[in-house]
């Protein structure tokens, strides 16, 4: 009999060579992986990692476009971007939900977010001080999330990529409302044209630091391509984003905040593709390490929240008991 | 690392939702809740932003039984050889048509 339910915690394989062999066999055969098959404990490691750090970046991300839900020009405008957070945070969820199939609990996870043990996407970490960076955000940050998260679908691990499914899903209308809402400034007075063009001149950059640090320069990258965790490395994701992107900045009239963009026509074997400017990485690592204009701001928040949350959590939990117990107490009374 | 389960203070529950009448509920996801209750309010709010469904299910995730993985193969793999269980296996002649 079996009766662990459907959270894998089976942690104790003996990583012998054939158990590794069988498994990259499995992986190369696009086979699943479910939470209770064996799995390598740096497979298990990874993806706890990278899930948690996915689902810490929809929980935070919800913040920078909060800013904005209560001023938001239009009733139609309002009521997208609520939606739109209130997505984010059902991301968080699913996420979080996936990663707890390997065994990690979330109360584990929060605490990793608020003590700044784990990571979240630096991109997060930049503010919103104008009603156009809503547009930049879902139109630049939704959209290099998208180029990042269609390949996760058909991530090897089972439960990430049906989560990722849902989240692909849901996330198509962010970007376009935050497209059609930079349209809609670009198309407005030469103030609103400006307040676009400035959005996008301090957006721009930091998405291409979205797709992380340089393939030679990244760490996990080869073993999570080879477990087809990843499909593409970072700097193929990041050449894909500035190709679709750049055309879109043009349509609008808008000027990416790169003077060595430029088209080339040999890129991507043949079938084109743009050069660009190089990315600032001292800035990137600045702010992953929590030196970037708004980590401390973030943290607070999410610890704010977590903290003024705490009775709530609490008097659902005394409650759900009390009544329970009063089941229990009738029942006997009835015997 | 270790991978125990640390006492989860908020249980988690399994999601089902039924697309539409005519059709099974099918798992969606799962979420934490202190009760039933607060588990289908938020499985309301969570999985069926989107029209996805007309009637949701939710199970205490620790009363689900679930067959084990290590007898997987003992389980499942006989079916595969039992293919006179299917229909493509018996030969009946063309001019008979559709059986």
Partial sequence: MYSQGLIGAE?????TPEFLEEFQARIDREEKIEPNDPMPSA??????????QHAHSEIVGMLPEGNWITRAPTLRRKAALLAKVQDEGGHGLYL??????LGV???????????????????????????ADIGAIGWLVDGAAIMNQVPLCRCSFGPYARAMVRVC?????????????MMTLAEGSPEQREMAQDALNRWWWPSLMMFGPHDSDSTNSDQSMKWKIKRFTNDELRQKFVDATVPQAERIGLTMPDPELKWNADKNDGEGGYDFGSIDWDEFWRVVKGGGPMNVDRLAARKKAWDDGAW??????AHAQKRRDRAEASKVAAE | MTTSHAPSLTPLWEVFIRPRNGLNHKHVGSLHAADEDLALRAARDVYTRREEGNSIWVVRSDQIVASDPDEASENFDPAGEKIYRHPSFYDIPDDI???
């Fill in chain 1, 11 to 15: 942690d104790n394989v003996e990583e």
């Fill in chain 1, 43 to 52: 497979y298990r490691k990874t993806l706890i990692r990278q899930i948690g």
């Fill in chain 1, 96 to 101: 979080y939900a996936a990663a707890e199939t």
């Fill in chain 1, 105 to 131: 609990s979330r109360e584990q996870m929060t605490e990793e977010l608020l003590s700044g043990k784990a990571k979240y996407s630096s991109i997060f970490n930049y503010p919103t001080p104008t009603w």
């Fill in chain 1, 169 to 181: 899903k849901e996330e198509s209308f962010h970007q376009r409302q935050g497209y059609e809402l």
């Fill in chain 1, 312 to 317: 709530v959590r609490e008097a659902a939990l």
């Fill in chain 2, 97 to 99: 048509g559709h059986m």
